[in-house]
């Protein structure tokens, strides 16, 4: 069954960096475009970005955009958000998701989802 399981968050201060990971199972994702979500306590989930498939073009959100970089690996299944200059209005919890044929802000268009991961940034 296919799986995609976040990792890398945690606790850090204002301005720190974390890279976080969304490891594909059970099939490969090289054909999928792969997304980031974020869902702070008491807001609505949040469009992060997105990887295409293929040539690998990558798209933002303004409120990360500059701050935030997705890439993927194929060859190991996984895609990774790198998180700089952190605030602490990022914090949240990261989901990833997979898109057969989609790749915008929209939670439901995708097919595959993976659980989150908790990132806090402290002030």
């Known amino acids: 069954q296919a799986q995609l399981v976040e990792s890398g968050g945690g606790l850090v201060q204002t301005g720190g960096s974390l890279r976080l990971s969304c490891a594909g199972s059970?099939?490969?994702?090289?054909?999928?475009?792969m997304a980031w979500f974020r869902q702070a306590p008491g807001k609505e989930r949040e469009y992060v970005g997105a990887i295409t498939w293929g040539r690998g073009r990558t798209y933002y959100a303004d409120s990360v955009k500059g701050r935030f970089s997705i890439s993927r690996d194929n060859a190991k299944n996984t895609v990774y958000l790198q998180m700089n200059s952190l605030k602490p209005e990022d914090t949240a919890v990261y989901y990833c998701?997979?898109?057969?044929?989609?790749?915008?802000?929209?939670?439901?268009?995708?097919?595959?989802w993976g659980q989150g991961t908790q990132v806090t940034v402290s002030s």
């Open positions: 059970g099939r490969a994702f090289d054909s999928f475009a």
């Open positions: 998701a997979a898109g057969l044929t989609y790749f915008g802000s929209n939670w439901d268009e995708y097919n595959f």
